[in-house]
T-cell receptor, first 111, second 114 residues
């Protein structure tokens, strides 16, 4: 299965610290995406990185992709209480292919 | 707001009821999706509609019946559900073949089957 798997399952850090979440997948992919979900709500797209890219930034977010290790990481710098949410990686085998999600990492930012 | 609206937000139904979930997207997208999110399980892709044609049906039981009357609307008709069908049902849309693969999700319908 191409399904991504996030690590850790849950993470608690102090406000202001950096949060790092990892995602591993099993097959070659066209792109990998990260989404965020607040409790009981829909998912919100954060960032997309293509298989020929190694790093992307968006505000306080930094995503890396290592296709040789079939892994990605999401770094949130200078965390805030509002960053408390679940974060999911999602992969697409080919462009415009169905997008498959992992189980997610629950991030809790402590005040 | 993401441009994808789902109704109702919450639904409680008995196993013999028939109900429908509704999704509407205001983004001009050409693809719409139903996902199921259960506790401690990954999001499960249920159905995909591309240009109003169903292109994906991931072995979903027949008690779930999707309908896509046009590119802006998607329904999920429910009948004789089981308690294990209780979950958050999420609708999403995207614009395929445009180099923009990201999904836009609605807020979901929290379904409880008694």
């Amino acid at each position: 299965s191409q399904q991504g798997e996030e690590d850790p399952q849950a993470l608690s850090i102090q406000e202001g610290e950096n949060a790092t979440m990892n995602c591993s997948y099993k097959t070659s992919i066209n792109n990998l995406q990260w989404y965020r979900q607040n409790s009981g709500r829909g998912l919100v797209h954060l960032i997309l990185i293509r298989s020929n890219e190694r790093e992307k930034h968006s505000g306080r977010l930094r995503v890396t992709l290592d296709t040789s290790k079939k892994s990605s990481s999401l770094l949130i710098t200078a965390s805030r209480a509002a960053d408390t949410a679940s974060y999911f990686c999602a992969t697409a085998l080919n462009r415009d292919d169905k997008i498959i999600f992992g189980k997610g990492t629950r991030l809790h930012i402590l005040p | 707001e993401t441009g994808v609206t789902q109704t109702p937000r919450h639904l409680v139904m008995g196993m013999t009821n028939k109900k429908s979930l509704k999704c509407e997207q205001h983004l001009g997208h050409n693809a719409m999706y139903w996902y199921k999110q259960s506790a401690k399980k990954p999001l499960e892709l249920m159905f995909v509609y591309s240009l109003e044609e169903r292109v994906e049906n991931n072995s979903v039981p027949s008690r779930f019946s999707p309908e896509c009357p046009n590119s802006s609307h998607l329904f999920l008709h429910l009948h004789t559900l089981q308690p294990e069908d209780s979950a958050l049902y999420l609708c999403a849309s995207s614009q395929l073949w445009a180099g923009q693969e990201k999904l836009f999700f609605g807020s979901g319908t929290q379904l409880s089957v008694l």
